[in-house]
């Protein structure tokens, strides 16, 4: 069987009766694609156990994949070749019996405090042709860093998924198909009431929460991705979507919330995905550091008197 066509059908599968996410679908496409263009097959029973070895080997070594990388290809692959081999399309699953590489284990990228605050002045300080894009640009930058959405997420948000009134956000289908809700805070709420003032005084009325400019259509990801290049600039702090979402998880941590609270924020299936941000906030750590029960100059430990 043609892998173009076993693609489009587990694709078609994943899509519909799995569930999976645009992004995750395109994930699988482009991996598929690029192992068939590199090892020049087309079919199935072209693709041998000891060839798809080599090719994992040489993204190791030669593409020089991460260790996070060779694992994140090798479970695409091996969820497709599962599929044909479910399918009745292949004998064997190529991606079986492989050892996998020590995953690495890197704290998350994070801002500083005092990092953060420049990016949402700056994003409201900026010199703009006009206030719709103020106070729209400091919305979006003020969402990643007091509730921790990830890009897609923010894309996709309906303007009734967002209850000002009511402090909070629904999360509709993120990563993973899950729903969830995020409390909105203060400072977010007012950034968000300028925001909606602007929205509906240029009748934007397409159904996404956060508009072009130009058009009555959804914030697009191209403009994003150009926001977020323009912000760097003018801020001179490097980061991106992704590190405002750590920095927000390891803020709330160092403000004293509880990892559990946290990862039902953040969406983690898995609360062990949470507590990596644990070791990357020092400052909450050295707080936990004064709990010891030796420590004498602790001040909230008794003083024992003879």
Known sequence: MEIEHALSQFCEYQKFIRGFSPSTIKRYRNAINLFTRSEVVETLDQVSETQFKRYMLNGR????????????????????????????????????????????????????????????????????????????????????????????????????????????????????????????????????????????????????FFASLNRNLGFTGTGMKRLVEKMNQASGIPFTAHKLRHSFATMMLEGGCDIYSLSKMMGHSDIKTTTIYLAASAEHLRSQIGKHPMDESASHKNVITH
């Open 61 to 208: 070594t030669v593409r020089h994949w991460t260790a996070n990388s060779y694992i994140t290809y090798h479970k695409t692959f091996a969820v497709f070749f599962r599929w044909c081999v479910n399918e009745g399309h292949m004998e064997i699953n190529p991606a079986d019996n492989m050892e996998m590489p020590k995953m690495d284990r890197r704290l998350p990228p994070k801002l500083t405090r005092q990092e953060a605050t420049r990016i949402l002045e700056t994003a409201y300080n900026m010199p703009y042709p006009y206030s719709f894009l103020r106070y729209r640009n400091h919305a979006i930058f003020a969402m990643f860093l007091y509730a921790g959405l990830r890009k897609q997420e923010l894309l996709s948000l309906t303007y009734s998924d967002v209850d000002v009134l009511n402090r909070s956000i629904f999360i509709r289908r993120g990563k993973g198909s899950k729903d969830r809700v995020v409390p909105i805070c203060g400072s977010l709420a007012e950034s968000l009431e300028r925001y909606l003032v602007e929205r509906r005084r240029l009748n934007k009325t397409c159904p996404e």
